[in-house]
Protein backbone atom coordinates (compact mmCIF):
# COMPACT_ATOMS: atom_id res chain seq x y z
CA UNK A 1 0.00 0.00 0.00
CA UNK A 2 1.77 2.78 -1.02
CA UNK A 3 0.74 6.81 0.16
CA UNK A 4 -0.23 8.85 -2.21
CA UNK A 5 1.62 11.99 -2.29
CA UNK A 6 -1.29 13.68 -3.25
CA UNK A 7 -2.71 12.54 0.52
CA UNK A 8 0.10 13.01 2.25
CA UNK A 9 0.56 16.88 1.04
CA UNK A 10 -2.72 17.65 2.76
CA UNK A 11 -1.88 17.31 5.91
CA UNK A 12 -1.51 19.57 8.74
CA UNK A 13 2.23 17.56 9.70
CA UNK A 14 3.26 17.89 6.39
CA UNK A 15 2.66 21.31 5.68
CA UNK A 16 4.51 24.29 6.03
CA UNK A 17 4.69 26.87 9.16
CA UNK A 18 4.61 29.98 8.11
CA UNK A 19 6.38 30.92 10.97
CA UNK A 20 9.35 29.39 10.08
CA UNK A 21 9.58 30.07 6.09
CA UNK A 22 12.46 31.92 6.43
CA UNK A 23 14.28 29.59 8.71
CA UNK A 24 17.39 29.77 6.88
CA UNK A 25 17.80 33.19 7.18
CA UNK A 26 17.62 33.56 11.11
CA UNK A 27 20.21 33.52 13.95
CA UNK A 28 20.47 30.90 15.87
CA UNK A 29 19.25 32.37 18.73
CA UNK A 30 16.15 33.15 16.71
CA UNK A 31 15.70 29.79 15.37
CA UNK A 32 15.89 28.42 18.81
CA UNK A 33 13.28 31.06 19.87
CA UNK A 34 11.03 29.24 17.24
CA UNK A 35 11.41 25.93 17.92
CA UNK A 36 10.79 26.70 21.11
CA UNK A 37 7.84 28.73 20.75
CA UNK A 38 6.26 25.35 18.70
CA UNK A 39 7.13 22.93 21.32
CA UNK A 40 5.10 25.10 23.84
CA UNK A 41 2.24 24.45 22.06
CA UNK A 42 2.88 20.52 22.09
CA UNK A 43 1.32 20.31 25.76
CA UNK A 44 -2.12 21.55 24.53
CA UNK A 45 -2.42 19.07 21.85
CA UNK A 46 -1.42 16.52 24.19
CA UNK A 47 -4.17 17.87 26.55
CA UNK A 48 -6.45 17.65 24.44
CA UNK A 49 -6.41 14.33 23.76
CA UNK A 50 -6.39 13.40 27.73
CA UNK A 51 -10.08 11.04 28.03
CA UNK A 52 -8.33 9.00 24.96
CA UNK A 53 -5.30 9.01 26.81
CA UNK A 54 -7.49 7.42 30.12
CA UNK A 55 -8.94 5.47 27.86
CA UNK A 56 -5.69 3.81 26.82
CA UNK A 57 -3.95 3.85 30.79
CA UNK A 58 -7.23 1.89 31.40
CA UNK A 59 -7.04 -0.96 28.83
CA UNK A 60 -3.23 -1.47 29.52
CA UNK A 61 -3.37 -1.26 33.16
CA UNK A 62 -6.00 -4.28 32.46
CA UNK A 63 -4.17 -6.38 29.98
CA UNK A 64 -0.83 -6.57 32.36
CA UNK A 65 -3.02 -7.13 35.44
CA UNK A 66 -4.53 -10.22 34.02
CA UNK A 67 -1.18 -11.48 32.35
CA UNK A 68 -1.47 -9.62 28.71
CA UNK A 69 1.09 -7.24 27.02
CA UNK A 70 1.38 -4.24 25.63
CA UNK A 71 3.09 -4.06 22.65
CA UNK A 72 3.96 -0.84 20.27
CA UNK A 73 4.42 -0.85 16.87
CA UNK A 74 5.92 2.28 14.64
CA UNK A 75 8.37 2.88 12.03
CA UNK A 76 11.37 5.36 12.18
CA UNK A 77 10.88 8.27 14.61
CA UNK A 78 8.07 6.59 15.87
CA UNK A 79 9.72 2.64 16.22
CA UNK A 80 12.83 4.33 17.94
CA UNK A 81 10.04 6.29 20.07
CA UNK A 82 8.16 3.29 21.30
CA UNK A 83 11.34 1.45 22.02
CA UNK A 84 12.62 3.61 24.59
CA UNK A 85 9.42 3.67 26.25
CA UNK A 86 9.58 0.07 26.64
CA UNK A 87 13.00 -0.80 27.27
CA UNK A 88 12.64 1.76 30.27
CA UNK A 89 9.91 0.32 32.06
CA UNK A 90 11.75 -3.07 33.08
CA UNK A 91 14.45 -0.75 34.92
CA UNK A 92 11.71 2.06 36.19
CA UNK A 93 9.24 -0.59 37.31
CA UNK A 94 11.37 -4.19 37.63
CA UNK A 95 8.19 -5.46 35.31
CA UNK A 96 8.79 -8.50 33.09
CA UNK A 97 10.54 -7.22 29.87
CA UNK A 98 8.28 -9.41 27.98
CA UNK A 99 4.92 -7.10 29.39
CA UNK A 100 6.06 -3.95 27.32
CA UNK A 101 7.33 -4.56 23.85
CA UNK A 102 8.18 -2.91 20.47
CA UNK A 103 7.97 -3.77 17.30
CA UNK A 104 9.11 -1.43 14.45
CA UNK A 105 9.67 -1.58 10.78
CA UNK A 106 13.29 -3.13 9.42
CA UNK A 107 13.59 -4.83 12.94
CA UNK A 108 16.81 -3.88 15.93
CA UNK A 109 18.88 -2.63 13.24
CA UNK A 110 16.51 0.16 12.45
CA UNK A 111 16.80 1.49 15.97
CA UNK A 112 20.75 2.56 14.84
CA UNK A 113 20.11 3.57 11.41
CA UNK A 114 17.37 4.53 9.15
CA UNK A 115 15.12 1.98 7.10
CA UNK A 116 12.87 4.46 5.36
CA UNK A 117 11.67 1.57 2.78
CA UNK A 118 10.55 -0.98 5.94
CA UNK A 119 8.18 1.78 6.17
CA UNK A 120 5.75 0.84 3.30
CA UNK A 121 5.94 -2.83 4.09
CA UNK A 122 2.37 -3.99 5.12
CA UNK A 123 3.30 -7.68 4.47
CA UNK A 124 6.19 -7.54 7.21
CA UNK A 125 3.78 -5.51 9.40
CA UNK A 126 1.34 -8.61 9.23
CA UNK A 127 4.03 -11.02 9.80
CA UNK A 128 6.28 -9.38 12.91
CA UNK A 129 3.21 -9.12 14.56
CA UNK A 130 2.07 -12.73 13.68
CA UNK A 131 5.35 -13.55 15.14
CA UNK A 132 4.10 -12.06 18.76
CA UNK A 133 0.69 -14.07 18.49
CA UNK A 134 -1.11 -10.94 19.83
CA UNK A 135 -4.74 -12.07 21.61
CA UNK A 136 -7.51 -10.70 23.38
CA UNK A 137 -5.55 -10.77 26.56
CA UNK A 138 -2.68 -7.89 24.86
CA UNK A 139 -3.26 -4.09 24.22
CA UNK A 140 -1.39 -3.15 20.59
CA UNK A 141 -0.69 0.49 20.32
CA UNK A 142 0.14 2.12 16.95
CA UNK A 143 2.15 5.17 16.72
CA UNK A 144 2.53 6.64 12.99
CA UNK A 145 2.42 11.09 12.60
CA UNK A 146 1.08 10.54 9.66
CA UNK A 147 -1.14 7.46 10.34
CA UNK A 148 -1.01 6.72 7.12
CA UNK A 149 2.06 4.20 7.58
CA UNK A 150 1.76 0.96 5.80
CA UNK A 151 3.61 -1.37 8.05
CA UNK A 152 1.99 0.08 11.31
CA UNK A 153 -1.36 -0.11 10.06
CA UNK A 154 -0.88 -3.53 8.89
CA UNK A 155 0.85 -5.03 11.96
CA UNK A 156 -2.41 -2.94 14.11
CA UNK A 157 -4.86 -4.84 11.73
CA UNK A 158 -3.47 -7.89 12.26
CA UNK A 159 -3.30 -7.35 15.85
CA UNK A 160 -7.27 -6.63 15.79
CA UNK A 161 -8.12 -9.37 13.92
CA UNK A 162 -6.36 -12.08 16.22
CA UNK A 163 -8.62 -10.19 18.95
CA UNK A 164 -6.51 -7.37 20.21
CA UNK A 165 -7.61 -4.07 21.68
CA UNK A 166 -5.72 -1.68 19.29
CA UNK A 167 -5.06 1.92 19.55
CA UNK A 168 -4.10 4.32 17.25
CA UNK A 169 -1.53 7.21 18.05
CA UNK A 170 -1.21 9.77 15.18
CA UNK A 171 -1.33 13.91 14.73
CA UNK A 172 -3.82 13.30 11.94
CA UNK A 173 -7.46 13.07 12.41
CA UNK A 174 -9.51 10.10 10.19
CA UNK A 175 -6.47 8.54 9.34
CA UNK A 176 -5.98 4.67 8.11
CA UNK A 177 -4.25 3.75 11.28
CA UNK A 178 -7.33 5.39 13.27
CA UNK A 179 -9.47 3.50 11.29
CA UNK A 180 -7.65 0.31 11.72
CA UNK A 181 -7.56 0.27 15.40
CA UNK A 182 -10.16 0.11 17.73
CA UNK A 183 -9.80 3.95 18.93
CA UNK A 184 -6.97 6.83 18.56
CA UNK A 185 -5.40 9.07 20.47
CA UNK A 186 -4.73 12.38 18.30
CA UNK A 187 -2.33 14.79 19.15
CA UNK A 188 -3.01 17.42 16.42
CA UNK A 189 0.67 19.68 16.95
CA UNK A 190 0.48 21.34 13.30
CA UNK A 191 2.77 22.18 11.03
CA UNK A 192 6.79 21.43 11.99
CA UNK A 193 8.95 24.12 11.96
CA UNK A 194 10.75 21.95 9.63
CA UNK A 195 8.47 20.78 7.63
CA UNK A 196 7.14 17.45 7.77
CA UNK A 197 10.57 16.54 10.00
CA UNK A 198 7.81 14.28 12.79
CA UNK A 199 11.10 13.83 14.74
CA UNK A 200 10.26 17.45 16.42
CA UNK A 201 6.86 18.41 17.61
CA UNK A 202 4.86 14.86 16.82
CA UNK A 203 7.51 13.12 18.26
CA UNK A 204 7.76 15.12 21.40
CA UNK A 205 4.14 14.82 21.66
CA UNK A 206 3.71 10.88 21.42
CA UNK A 207 6.68 10.70 23.80
CA UNK A 208 4.77 12.76 26.06
CA UNK A 209 1.29 10.33 25.15
CA UNK A 210 3.68 6.93 25.59
CA UNK A 211 4.80 8.43 29.46
CA UNK A 212 1.63 8.84 30.29
CA UNK A 213 0.49 5.38 29.25
CA UNK A 214 3.21 3.49 30.50
CA UNK A 215 4.02 5.71 34.25
CA UNK A 216 0.27 5.71 34.76
CA UNK A 217 -0.78 2.05 34.30
CA UNK A 218 2.15 0.97 36.54
CA UNK A 219 1.08 3.33 38.99
CA UNK A 220 -2.46 1.46 38.80
CA UNK A 221 -0.99 -1.60 39.11
CA UNK A 222 0.74 -0.44 42.50
CA UNK A 223 3.92 -0.66 41.69
CA UNK A 224 4.04 3.05 42.44
CA UNK A 225 3.73 4.06 46.23
CA UNK A 226 3.06 7.75 46.43
CA UNK A 227 4.96 8.95 43.81
CA UNK A 228 7.45 6.93 44.62
CA UNK A 229 8.87 4.30 41.71
CA UNK A 230 9.29 1.24 44.84
CA UNK A 231 9.68 -1.30 42.80
CA UNK A 232 13.05 -0.12 41.65
CA UNK A 233 15.37 -2.88 41.30
CA UNK A 234 18.48 -2.09 43.12
CA UNK A 235 21.51 -3.55 40.81
CA UNK A 236 23.98 -1.05 41.47
CA UNK A 237 24.98 1.71 43.97
CA UNK A 238 22.83 4.84 42.74
CA UNK A 239 19.83 2.37 42.72
CA UNK A 240 20.86 0.79 46.30
CA UNK A 241 21.51 4.72 47.56
CA UNK A 242 17.89 5.14 45.63
CA UNK A 243 16.15 2.65 47.16
CA UNK A 244 17.22 3.64 50.65
CA UNK A 245 16.14 6.86 50.36
CA UNK A 246 12.92 5.76 48.83
CA UNK A 247 12.40 3.41 51.80
CA UNK A 248 13.74 6.21 54.15
CA UNK A 249 11.08 8.56 51.94
CA UNK A 250 8.01 6.05 52.36
CA UNK A 251 7.84 5.04 56.19
CA UNK A 252 10.16 7.03 57.71
CA UNK A 253 12.56 4.80 58.95
CA UNK A 254 16.04 6.49 59.23
CA UNK A 255 18.98 5.21 56.99
CA UNK A 256 20.68 2.58 59.19
CA UNK A 257 16.77 0.82 59.37
CA UNK A 258 16.48 1.41 55.82
CA UNK A 259 19.78 -0.18 54.33
CA UNK A 260 19.66 -3.23 56.96
CA UNK A 261 16.06 -3.71 55.78
CA UNK A 262 16.82 -3.81 51.97
CA UNK A 263 19.40 -6.35 52.82
CA UNK A 264 17.24 -8.40 54.73
CA UNK A 265 14.68 -8.50 51.91
CA UNK A 266 17.20 -9.66 49.35
CA UNK A 267 17.70 -6.24 47.74
CA UNK A 268 13.95 -6.04 46.91
CA UNK A 269 12.78 -2.66 46.97
CA UNK A 270 8.92 -3.26 47.46
CA UNK A 271 9.28 -6.06 50.17
CA UNK A 272 11.31 -4.19 52.44
CA UNK A 273 9.12 -1.25 51.95
CA UNK A 274 5.95 -3.56 53.10
CA UNK A 275 8.47 -5.04 56.09
CA UNK A 276 8.50 -1.92 57.24
CA UNK A 277 5.55 -0.20 56.97
CA UNK A 278 3.49 -3.09 58.29
CA UNK A 279 6.39 -4.06 60.67
CA UNK A 280 6.20 -7.77 59.35
CA UNK A 281 8.95 -10.69 58.48
CA UNK A 282 10.61 -11.05 55.16
CA UNK A 283 8.29 -14.19 54.66
CA UNK A 284 4.78 -12.22 55.59
CA UNK A 285 5.88 -9.01 53.11
CA UNK A 286 6.53 -11.77 50.14
CA UNK A 287 2.95 -13.52 50.83
CA UNK A 288 1.50 -9.78 50.82
CA UNK A 289 2.70 -8.83 47.84
CA UNK A 290 1.38 -12.10 46.22
CA UNK A 291 -1.97 -11.49 47.31
CA UNK A 292 -1.95 -8.12 46.13
CA UNK A 293 -0.87 -9.20 42.80
CA UNK A 294 2.21 -6.84 43.46
CA UNK A 295 0.31 -3.76 44.71
CA UNK A 296 2.21 -2.40 47.13
CA UNK A 297 -0.49 -0.35 48.84
CA UNK A 298 -2.56 -3.32 49.08
CA UNK A 299 -0.33 -5.30 50.80
CA UNK A 300 1.27 -3.05 52.89
CA UNK A 301 -2.67 -3.12 54.26
CA UNK A 302 -3.10 -7.11 53.99
CA UNK A 303 0.24 -7.53 56.45
CA UNK A 304 -0.87 -4.88 58.68
CA UNK A 305 -4.20 -6.67 59.29
CA UNK A 306 -2.82 -9.66 60.35
Known amino acids: MKRRPSTLRRLRTEQSNEAA ?8 LDIAHLINAEDATVA ?29 VGAGTSGRIAALDA ?14 QFIIAGGAKALGSASEISEDDSK ?6 ARRK ?26 RQRGARTIALTCNSNSPLERAAHFAIVTQVGPEVLAGSSRMKAGTAHKMVLNMISTAAMTRLGYV ?23 E ?8 SARSTLQASGNRTPVALVMLAAGVTRAQAVTALKK ?3 HVRHAIALATAK
Open 124 to 129: EGRDQM
Open 225 to 247: YGNLMVNVAPKNEKLIQRAIGIL
Open 21 to 28: NDLDRKSS
Open 249 to 256: RATGADQK
Open 44 to 72: LAVTRALPQIARAIDLVAAALRHGGRLIY
Open 292 to 294: SGG
Open 87 to 100: VECPPTFNTDPRSV
Open 134 to 159: PTKHDVVLGIASSGRTPFTVAAVAEA
